[in-house]
T-cell receptor, first 110, second 116 residues
Framework: SQQGEEDPQALSIQEGENATMNCSYK?????LQWYRQNSGRGLVHLIL?????REKHSGRLRVTLDTSKKSSSLLITASRAADTASYFC??????????FGAGTTVTVRA | EAGVAQSPRYKIIEKRQSVAFWCNPI?????LYWYQQILGQGPKLLIQ????????DSQLPKDRFSAERLKGVDSTLKIQPAKLEDSAVYLC??????????????FGEGSWLTVV
């Protein structure tokens, strides 16, 4: 079964707006990762947050992690058309197996 | 730095035929993964190699799927015979070591399989 699950399944926003998506997971983790997948392409690593971190930034991306609620959020600020993609959270379910959720599909309208 | 290379990019076969996908990971990456991604879903791990040994193949349908990683570098994934439900993108990925301690996985562009 999948370890992480993203919410919402799909998100449509206007260019310049912020996009927020959430990830919930089931078991304890030592890190959580977010990946992006453009249509027809492979996945690209965006950011990793460790279990002892609460918030992390990378450019226009902000990730939070709440281990007490077993949840994480990904915020994309000032969205652009190029941010249109599917976003996946991924968590290691054991020492070596990384499990992906079903993803959030983000559409940024011009 | 060259990325993960996969071929072919696209393949259409009839059910019960066989198909093979090839992957060349990033140089120096000890861990290689094959994921299956069905349209609208997240990637599902099929098999993970550490060098040329199998670390996890618990979700590989072994009656029809096989994979090998000779000499701990390139890998091939074979499906024989293919079923309609095997239509998916097969993603190869690699990382320096395993992902437990937070190593990034680098993905190839995927091999798109359609079984008709």
């Amino acid at each position: 079964s999948q370890q992480g699950e993203e919410d919402p399944q799909a998100l449509s926003i206007q260019e310049g707006e912020n996009a927020t998506m959430n990830c919930s997971y089931k078991t304890s983790i030592n890190n959580l990762q977010w990946y992006r997948q453009n249509s027809g392409r492979g996945l690209v690593h965006l950011i990793l947050i460790r279990s002892n971190e609460r918030e992390k930034h990378s450019g226009r991306l902000r990730v939070t992690l709440d281990t007490s609620k077993k949840s994480s959020s990904l915020l994309i600020t000032a969205s652009r058309a190029a941010d249109t993609a599917s976003y996946f959270c991924a968590t290691p379910s054991n020492d070596y197996k990384l499990s992906f959720g079903a993803g959030t599909t983000v559409t940024v309208r011009a | 730095e060259a990325g993960v290379a996969q071929s072919p990019r696209y393949k259409i076969i009839e059910k019960r035929q066989s198909v093979a996908f090839w992957c060349n990971p990033i140089s120096g990456h000890a861990t290689l993964y094959w994921y299956q991604q069905i349209l609208g879903q997240g990637p599902k791990l099929l098999i993970q190699f550490q060098n040329n040994g199998v670390v996890d193949d618990s979700q590989l349908p072994k009656d029809r799927f096989s994979a090998e990683r000779l000499k701990g570098v390139d890998s091939t994934l074979k499906i024989q015979p293919a079923k309609l439900e095997d239509s998916a993108v097969y993603l190869c990925a690699s990382s320096l070591v395993g992902t437990g301690m937070g190593n990034t996985i680098y993905f190839g562009e995927g091999s798109w399989l359609t079984v008709v």
